[in-house]
């Protein structure tokens, strides 16, 4: 009896898994820390373990190397080798692309400010084990940290200390990454 395998199933099994994690990261409004932890530890060795199995039951049923299931194994860890350096950009970006309305409703009862600062919340964070990275939604009326966004160590007026980053997500709005163990309130 021969048994037929289909390799288009361990694709949509990658595909499908790939969807559930990016799914798991955007989803996760408390940091996002334990899924990356997750994925890295559980589900990418599970995945790689299970599609070179599939890739060698294929190889001894059909007497010959699963070229398709091999490239679509390549291709998953070239794309996500390729997209590591821009993950915090890229969550934070896909993030505000699915759920914007959401987050200004949320921003709209939660915003506060100091006289002479810009209107923010805490939107994300990032660390663990006490190494806490504040990531703050922040709302500018008139653009004025547009020219500082994607640089480094950048200090502005209505922003109360020197930060690491500036992400422009949409016009007036942006998001603000404070050092490490810094709120915006204790920054100093």
Same mark, same amino acid.
């Given at each position: 009896?021969?048994?037929?395998?289909?390799?288009?199933?361990?694709?949509?099994a990658?595909?499908?898994?790939?969807?559930?994690?990016?799914?798991?990261?955007?989803?996760?409004?408390?940091?996002?820390?334990?899924?990356?932890?997750?994925?890295l530890?559980?589900?990418?060795?599970?995945l790689?373990?299970?599609?070179?199995?599939?890739?060698?039951?294929?190889?001894?049923?059909?007497?010959?190397?699963?070229?398709?299931?091999?490239?679509?194994?390549?291709?998953?860890?070239?794309?996500?080798?390729?997209?590591?350096?821009?993950?915090?950009?890229?969550?934070?970006?896909?993030?505000?692309?699915?759920?914007?309305?959401?987050?200004?409703?949320?921003?709209?009862?939660?915003?506060?400010?100091?006289?002479?600062?810009?209107?923010?919340? +805490?939107?994300?964070?990032?660390?663990?084990?006490?190494?806490?990275?504040?990531?703050?939604?922040?709302?500018?009326? +008139?653009?004025?940290?547009?020219?500082?966004?994607?640089?480094?160590?950048?200090?502005?007026?209505?922003?109360?200390?020197?930060?690491?980053?500036?992400?422009?997500?949409?016009?007036?709005?942006?998001?603000?990454?404070?050092?490490?163990?810094?709120?915006?309130?204790?920054?100093?």
């Open positions: 009896m021969k048994i037929a395998f289909d390799y288009r199933w361990s694709l949509l990658g595909a499908a898994s790939f969807l559930v994690t990016i799914y798991l990261v955007l989803s996760n409004d408390s940091g996002y820390d334990f899924v990356i932890f997750l994925y530890l559980f589900l990418l060795p599970v790689t373990a299970l599609t070179t199995i599939i890739m060698l039951i294929v190889a001894w049923f059909k007497k010959r190397w699963p070229q398709a299931a091999f490239s679509a194994v390549l291709v998953y860890w070239l794309i996500a080798i390729a997209i590591l350096p821009f993950e915090d950009s890229l969550r934070e970006h896909l993030r505000w692309m699915l759920h914007a309305s959401m987050f200004k409703q949320q921003f709209q009862v939660k915003a506060q400010a100091a006289p002479g600062e810009l209107r923010h919340m +805490e939107w994300d964070g990032t660390g663990m084990i006490g190494q806490e990275t504040s990531i703050q939604l922040v709302f500018d009326p +008139e653009n004025r940290l547009a020219p500082f966004a994607h640089k480094s160590r950048v200090k502005v007026a209505g922003i109360p200390c020197e930060v690491p980053e500036i992400r422009r997500l949409e016009s007036h709005w942006y998001s603000v990454t404070l050092y490490t163990n810094t709120d915006w309130e204790h920054c100093g």
